[in-house]
T-cell receptor
Framework: ETGVTQTPRHLVMGMTNKKSLKCEQH?????MYWYKQSAKKPLELMFV???????ENNSVPSRFSPECPNSSHLFLHLHTLQPEDSALYLC???????????????FGPGTRLTVT | DAKTTQPTSMDCAEGRAANLPCNHS???????VYWYRQIHSQGPQYIIH???NNETNEMASLIITEDRKSSTLILPHATLRDTAVYYC????????????FGKGTRLHILP
């Protein structure tokens, strides 16, 4: 149904682990986003990439490290996370034309992360 | 900081029209109204957007008042699959203006 896929869909990791979340968009978009959604909280923007360049880092702790090797792929590398980082991590993409970075975002299904 | 006000929750009977209100009394002339929804445990889904004219697509209709201080999203024949949280967002289009999600309206479609 969606042109944005995320893997894995569920992840359980310990606080000392290192893991990565992957997002892939098949829509030919130029902009990609990471959001965090904690229980009963609004969506929080984490990072924005436009044409593989990071254009926004929304005061995210350094234990979250994004990577955008090309306009179709976005990763979120995780290390030494805390239990409060448990949340649904959502990836989105948009066409990202000049001056219209945020228009009509298409979201993936998310990765449900649990930090133990 | 969301610029919109929406009811926390609403109920609608299946098959009836669901009318979801949104207040955006401080909207400026170049801000568009966007609607997204999020079905439980899924990513948000774009629904529709508009500036001042009413808009309709295959999913919904958007009615914006003449003074643009409020709008209504209409799902013409609600089904159980429309149960979701609906977000009303205002932003300037054609500029790098963020999409900021507020708390939205939790819509329950009743069988």
């Amino acid at each position: 149904e969606t042109g944005v896929t995320q893997t894995p869909r569920h992840l359980v990791m310990g606080m000392t682990n290192k893991k990565s979340l992957k997002c892939e968009q098949h829509l030919g978009h130029n902009a990609m986003y990471w959001y965090k959604q904690s229980a009963k909280k609004p969506l929080e923007l984490m990072f924005v990439y436009s044409l593989e360049e990071r254009v926004e880092n929304n005061s995210v702790p350094s234990r979250f490290s994004p990577e955008c090797p090309n306009s179709s792929h976005l990763f979120l590398h995780l290390h030494t996370l805390q239990p409060e980082d448990s949340a649904l991590y959502l990836c989105a993409s948009s066409q990202g034309l000049a001056g219209n970075l945020w228009d009509e975002q298409y979201f993936g299904p998310g990765t449900r992360l649990t930090v133990t | 900081d969301a610029k919109t006000t929406q009811p926390t929750s609403m109920d609608c009977a299946e098959g009836r029209a669901a009318n979801l209100p949104c207040n955006h009394s401080t909207i400026s002339g170049n801000e568009y109204v966007y609607w997204y929804r999020q079905i439980h445990s899924q990513g948000p889904q774009y629904i529709i957007h508009g500036l001042k004219n009413n808009e309709t697509n295959e999913m919904a209709s958007l009615i914006i008042t003449e003074d643009r201080k409020s709008s209504t999203l209409i799902l013409p024949h609600a089904t159980l699959r429309d149960t979701a949280v609906y977000y009303c967002i205002v932003r300037v289009r054609w500029r790098d203006d963020k999409i900021i999600f507020g708390k939205g309206t939790r819509l329950h479609i009743l069988p």
